[in-house]
T-cell receptor, first 114, second 114 residues
Framework: AQKVTQAQTEISVVEKEDVTLDCVYE???????LFWYKQPPSGELVFLIR??????QNEISGRYSWNFQKSTSSFNFTITASQVVDSAVYFC???????????FGAGTRLFVKA | ETGVTQTPRHLVMGMTNKKSLKCEQH?????MYWYKQSAKKPLELMFV???????ENNSVPSRFSPECPNSSHLFLHLHTLQPEDSALYLC?????????????FGPGTRLLVL
């Protein structure tokens, strides 16, 4: 069975703090893909990153960075120096060659206060 | 042109009404999806279309009827809905249904059933 767990339901930080959003996944497939999406109050899910199971290199994009660790089945997302505009719900998702659909986690709501 | 558009953005309907949600993608993709997002619940996949053919119906009640006339357009026809069907309905598209493909989402239609 495939599963994505985002244990943090809500996180509240003050602007300029660093924050890490956790994502733990389960799959028996050896080839799979992990995604992060951002959902601002407007509703649209905005694609942030895709990672395949054979590439464990961490990625940095501006203030965003992702830490993929197969040993712990985790794909965590860190925002450095958070800003109010980062306030949104963030979803981690998994798709694999053995499953037909993308599985989304329950999401983590991030509040960044000025 | 925005990648994936949805109309209307907001909809209020009575339980006896019939209405339709429209989704259009301008990305040249071949796969389209309907998701339901209820408060405090994970994203629920409803339907998947690949090259206009329905490939997934995730046990959705028959009061929801999808239609995909071509690869760029997707409709969700609604009739005799229940108050628990109130939710954000999101449309997405991807190049194909392969697990590697990223799904791109529209802004959603917020539906309220009275």
């Amino acid at each position: 069975a495939q599963k994505v767990t985002q244990a943090q339901t809500e996180i509240s930080v003050v602007e300029k703090e660093d924050v890490t959003l956790d994502c733990v996944y389960e799959t028996r497939d050896t080839t799979y893909y992990l995604f992060w999406y951002k959902q601002p109050p407007s509703g649209e899910l905005v694609f942030l990153i895709r990672r395949n199971s054979f590439d464990e290199q961490n990625e940095i994009s501006g203030r965003y960075s992702w830490n993929f660790q197969k040993s712990t089945s985790s794909f965590n997302f860190t925002i450095t120096a958070s800003q109010v505009v980062d306030s949104a719900v963030y979803f981690c998702a998994l798709s694999s060659t053995g499953g037909f659909k993308t599985i989304f986690g329950a999401g983590t709501r991030l509040f960044v206060k000025a | 042109e925005t990648g994936v558009t949805q109309t209307p953005r907001h909809l209020v309907m009575g339980m006896t009404n019939k209405k339709s949600l429209k989704c259009e993608q301008h990305l040249g993709h071949n796969a389209m999806y309907w998701y339901k997002q209820s408060a405090k619940k994970p994203l629920e996949l409803m339907f998947v279309y690949n090259f206009k053919e329905q490939t997934e119906n995730n046990s959705v009640p028959s009061r929801f009827s999808p239609e995909c006339p071509n690869s760029s357009h997707l409709f969700l026809h609604l009739h005799t809905l229940q108050p628990e069907d109130s939710a954000l309905y999101l449309c997405a598209s991807s190049q194909s249904v392969a697990p590697v493909e990223t799904q791109y989402f529209g802004p959603g239609t917020r539906l309220l059933v009275l």
